[in-house]
């Protein structure tokens, strides 16, 4: 079974910088992409940044130009670099993963979340 472990969360003031970290255990496949997700307290889930095992990246708005994303050097690891950070990115952060097989008939896509990891920014 997979297991997403995210670290790095934390109290951070308005302008801070923070770094994310999540580490995949229980395949030996790569994982085709992984990424980070956020819930604030009242909203629903959404999407912070993903990144594909080839490389291509997918931000959020609100997000573009203050985080950045990047697979780790060791398999299976993504981290979220976030900067000038605002009170409005207050949120719990998971760990999202996908993996896709395929056989001669079908197609299967696999997905797994972390824990999450509280990220606070306030003065």
């Known amino acids: 079974q997979v297991q997403l472990v995210e670290s790095g969360g934390g109290l951070v003031q308005p302008g801070g910088s923070l770094r994310l970290s999540c580490a995949a255990s229980g395949t030996i496949f790569s994982l085709d992409v992984m990424g980070w997700y956020r819930q604030a307290p009242g909203k629903q889930r959404e999407l912070v940044a993903t990144i594909t095992s080839g490389g291509t990246i997918n931000y959020a708005d609100s997000v573009k130009g203050r985080f950045t994303t990047s697979r780790g050097n060791a398999k299976n690891t993504v981290d979220l670099q976030m900067n000038s950070l605002k009170p409005e990115d207050t949120a719990v952060y998971y760990c999202?993963?996908?993996?896709?097989?395929?056989?001669?008939?079908?197609?299967?896509?696999?997905?797994?979340w972390g824990q999450g990891t509280q990220v606070t920014v306030s003065s």
């Open positions: 999202h993963a996908i993996r896709r097989t395929t056989t001669p008939t079908d197609k299967y896509e696999y997905t797994y």
